[in-house]
């Protein structure tokens, strides 16, 4: 049983990347995708693999490692807690990364600055 959810997953994962990749502001036949993948090693340069290469590609394959960090993180927090309907707000994580992002809001940064602010603020409320 755990086999067949685990192909069934994998199918849909890919399934979903192949729709996120084809689904854009520019449309790109699948000839274009074949040639821009197939391009890749044998070193033909193709107009669309800048949006396909420099664009889609690296927002699927974040979305997939983000994805997997959030549910990896959310079981941890299931199990260290025994708890299968465990919240960020237990422990102040919440809070923490609330108040960070505020502050770096409200200093004037930038988006990365925000982003590390909420992390490194979120990270200091557990301890």
Do not use: C, W
């Not at 036949?29 to 821009?36: A, D, F, H, T």
């Not at 193709?46 to 699927?60: G, T, Y």
Request: aromatic content about 14%; hydrophobic content about 60%.
């Amino acid at each position: 049983m755990k086999k067949i959810s685990f192909i069934f997953i994998f199918v849909l994962l890919v399934i979903f990347s192949v729709i996120s990749l084809t689904n854009g502001k520019f449309d790109i036949s699948m000839s274009e995708y074949l040639r821009v993948f197939t391009g890749i090693f044998s070193g033909e340069q193709i107009p669309a693999s800048v949006i396909v290469l420099d664009i889609r590609l690296p927002k699927v394959i974040a979305a997939i490692i983000i994805g997997s960090a959030l549910g990896v993180a959310g079981g941890a927090y299931q199990n260290m807690f025994i708890n299968p309907l465990v919240s960020p707000s237990i422990l102040g994580v919440l809070s923490g990364a609330s108040f960070g992002a505020a502050l770096a809001m409200v200093m004037g940064f930038g988006a990365f600055h925000q982003m590390l602010f909420t992390f490194i603020f979120g990270f200091v409320a557990v301890f």
